[in-house]
């Protein structure tokens, strides 16, 4: 059984890179969002195994906020890719608790 994998990025260009990596690594693509307002219920619906969350998107919330939510009412593990490298940042993102933190 393949690993499933939901992808939330705002840029195509990135999108479209990772998707096509993993699924040439030999995963499956669960689902993908471009902003966190709406990618919370989506991922709910197809009950992904991971997810990969860029942080800055577009909307109210940011991809932090959506990871903690997702590690709170979801218990799906998270990834966080990102060009943040600002101590800052990362240690908000830390703090949410993510399987990884992978540096665009």
């Not at 990871?67 to 990102?82: C, D, M």
């Not at 399987?99 to 665009?104: D, N, R, S």
């Amino acid at each position: 059984m393949k690993i499933r994998v939901f992808v939330v990025e705002d840029e195509y260009i990135h999108s479209e890179a990772i998707k096509i990596e993993l699924s040439e690594a030999g995963f499956e693509i669960a689902g993908e969002c471009r902003d966190a307002d709406s990618a919370f219920e989506e991922i709910r619906v197809a009950s992904p195994d991971v997810v990969l969350v860029d942080i800055a998107l577009p909307g109210k919330n940011n991809g932090i906020t959506l990871a903690e939510k997702i590690n709170r009412v979801l218990n799906i593990p998270h990834i966080f890719t990102t060009s943040f490298s600002e101590e800052d940042v990362v240690l908000e993102a830390i703090a949410t608790n993510p399987a990884g933190y992978l540096h665009k």
